[in-house]
């Protein structure tokens, strides 16, 4: 009688959650309009619904990274723990979408200049 041991899923399972999340939450800064985003929350100057949404993005996708760490240190599947990781990073790139196009650039220019 072969037993197979089939290993849990949970903590990647809900990693992948808290990505999906992060990753949908991070994309609304880029579909609303910017009129409701920079809109004040308490319709004084101080916190704007841009800000309380680009929070909410990058701790989510901190938790999904966190999550699917620990989902490899348990010893869990390793695909889901890796999709939780990739989406929680990509809701961090979304975030930060025109820093990344910044260093592409300067990689491109410096290439240019070195060859």
Excluded: C
Aim: zero cysteines.
């Amino acid at each position: 009688m072969n037993d197979i041991v089939q290993r849990t899923r949970r903590l990647g399972i809900i990693g992948s959650i808290f990505g999906l999340l992060a990753l949908l939450i991070a994309a609304l800064t880029h579909l609303l309009p910017q009129e409701l985003l920079y809109k004040n929350v308490t319709g004084t100057a101080g916190t704007t619904w841009n800000d309380i949404v680009s929070t909410s993005a990058a701790s989510l996708g901190l938790i999904a990274i966190t999550l699917a760490v620990f989902a490899v240190i348990f010893k869990e599947e390793k695909l889901l723990a890796g999709i939780a990781a990739i989406l929680g990073i990509a809701a961090m790139a979304v975030l930060v979408w025109w820093a990344v196009i910044i260093v592409v650039i300067a990689i491109i220019i410096l290439n240019s200049l070195v060859s």
